[in-house]
């Protein structure tokens, strides 16, 4: 587990243990840091998109690959899931695989204002 004390930090990919409905059980899950490191100090939430391996057609998805990281390392291509924002606790986090280019994470911003902009 990561140290409580070692905060997230925006376009931090980080993995987290996700509870089942039945709170007894969880899986590791990656998901990218959005919120910034002010609210990450201050809150013990942060916000996030999860990832995901499927790399099929969606909608409000972001490709994120190898030479998408400023650092850290993917074991495979992703799709960040931007119409699936959340909000968990940092005591979830299990350890930080990587850091998002800041044009990446800006796409993958563009792309939620995109989901909650109204259209033309």
């Not at 990919?13 to 990218?32: E, G, W």
């Not at 190898?66 to 350890?95: H, N, P, Y």
Request: aromatic share 8%; glycine share 4%; proline share 3%.
């Amino acid at each position: 587990m990561r140290d409580v004390a070692e905060l997230v930090s925006q376009r931090e990919i980080v993995l987290l243990s996700f509870p089942f409905s039945d709170l007894q059980t969880s899986k590791v899950r990656p998901a990218v840091v959005l919120s910034n490191d002010s609210y990450n100090r201050r809150s013990e939430d942060f916000v996030a998109v999860p990832l995901t391996s499927n790399l099929r057609y969606r909608e409000y998805a972001v490709l994120i690959t190898r030479e998408g990281l400023e650092t850290g390392k993917l074991i495979v291509d992703s799709k960040a899931k931007v119409d699936r924002v959340f909000s968990v606790s940092q005591g979830l986090v299990r350890m930080s695989i990587g850091r998002l280019k800041k044009d990446l994470y800006e796409q993958i911003i563009n792309t939620f204002l995109e989901l909650v902009n109204d259209s033309p």
